[in-house]
Each structure stands twice: as structure tokens, then as C-alpha cells.
T-cell receptor
């Protein structure tokens, strides 16, 4: 793999079910992020991690949790999915120790909660 | 939080035309990036430009941080330039986290 890999590509999920979206990077970037993209609202930050072992809440964290056990992986979990969580989810990473903080994005996961 | 406004929201061009996209932001920033989202949904980083001017082929960007705006120039547009262009900014207190604008939808017709 090169860059960021997200899985699954798409998913239809029954309301109330638990779901984990996977994100793996191979660039050794220290910072990782989860954004959701909804029509007309741009991208909004859900959770972030500045380095392995730390996480923080973004703009829209309710109903989501994350973990960062190592540098490469940053899974996003929906504990009990609701229809308002229907969205396209993007994982991103950046190297804040580099000369710039340019983001690299994964290809996204399209989630439909019914 | 910081507000990011992009204009115009939609833009339709004929192939070969030039265009300017604008990004206004409400507070001082130390991080500003432009992204292109292609029609298949892939987000590509175009520029990291918290200040100054950069050029990459037919694209260039200028950020005037003191006046809180950035401009993205697309010259000799091609149909492959179609998609949504996002501006995203971050403040020093936000670390490397970015706040995105709602984007400019660009359509380039042959």
C-alpha cells in the first residue's frame, strides 16, 4: 500500500448496529484525522490524533470514538449507528514535524445507515 | 471557531479559460491548504500556503495572511480540472487541525 488505505469502500448499516471504519497509513505520519463530508457542509472534523497514544475531539465527535494504538492505524467506531451518520468518511494524515503540514487523504468510506 | 468562506460557490468555464477562486477566513492562521476533489471523490492536496505565492504548472496560489484571504488561480483550464476546490485553514492553537470551507464547484466544459 502507498498512502492511506480505508476500508470498507462502502457499507449499508442497520440503525443500532456497531461499525468500525478502518484507516491505515504507511507514511509514518504522526498526525491522523477523521472527517465526514455531507452535501453542502464541506468536511467536518470528527476526531484527531497528534501522535500515537493520544486522541482529541473535533467539531462533531458525538456518537463516534477513535483509538490510536500505533502510528499506522486510526480506526473510527460508531457504537450504535443512527441515520444522521449517513455520510462519506475520510481519513487523513500529516507530518507536523515536516516543513509543512500538507494533508494526505484516503479514498473515503461511503456509509449509509438505514 | 474560525470561519472559512469560499467564492464563488459554483463556476462553469469553457476549456482554455482562466479562473480565480477566493477563500476568506475570519482569524489569523498559520496553516492554509488548497485541495481538489475530483468527480470520483478523491481529495488531492494542491498547495500548502499559509503566506506568499506558489505555482505548480497551470495552478498558482497566493495568500495574504494580514488581510485574511487566499486566491487560487487556474489558467488554461482543462476538463480534468473539474471538481470541487476546498480551502482549509488552521490556527496555531489548533495544531495541525484544519477547518474546511464549503468549496467551489468547478465545471470545465469542452
Amino acid at each position: 500500500i502507498a498512502g492511506i488505505t480505508q476500508a470498507p469502500t462502502s457499507q449499508i448499516l442497520a440503525a443500532g448496529r456497531r461499525m468500525t471504519l478502518r484507516c491505515t497509513q504507511d507514511m509514518r505520519h504522526n498526525a491522523m484525522y477523521w472527517y465526514r463530508q455531507d452535501l453542502g457542509l464541506g468536511l467536518r472534523l470528527i476526531h484527531y490524533s497528534n501522535t500515537a497514544g493520544t486522541t482529541g475531539k473535533g467539531e462533531v465527535p458525538d456518537g463516534y470514538s477513535v483509538s490510536r494504538a500505533n502510528t499506522d492505524d486510526f480506526p473510527l467506531t460508531l457504537a450504535s449507528a443512527v441515520p444522521s451518520q449517513t455520510s462519506v468518511y475520510f481519513c487523513a494524515s500529516s507530518d507536523s514535524g515536516a516543513s509543512h503540514y500538507g494533508y494526505t487523504f484516503g479514498s473515503g468510506t461511503r456509509l449509509t445507515v438505514v | 471557531g474560525i470561519q472559512v468562506e469560499q467564492s464563488p460557490p459554483d463556476l462553469i468555464l469553457q476549456e482554455g479559460a482562466n479562473s480565480t477562486l477566493r477563500c476568506n477566513f475570519s482569524d489569523s492562521v498559520n496553516n492554509l491548504q488548497w485541495f481538489h476533489q475530483n468527480p470520483w471523490g478523491q481529495l488531492i492536496n494542491l498547495f500548502y500556503i499559509p503566506s506568499g505565492t506558489k505555482q505548480n504548472g497551470r495552478l498558482s496560489a497566493t495568500t495574504v495572511a494580514t488581510e485574511r484571504y487566499s486566491l487560487l488561480y487556474i489558467s488554461s483550464s482543462q476538463t480534468t480540472d473539474s471538481g470541487v476546490y476546498f480551502c482549509a485553514v488552521g490556527r496555531e492553537t489548533s495544531g495541525s487541525r484544519l477547518t474546511f470551507g464549503e468549496g467551489t464547484q468547478l465545471t470545465v466544459n469542452p
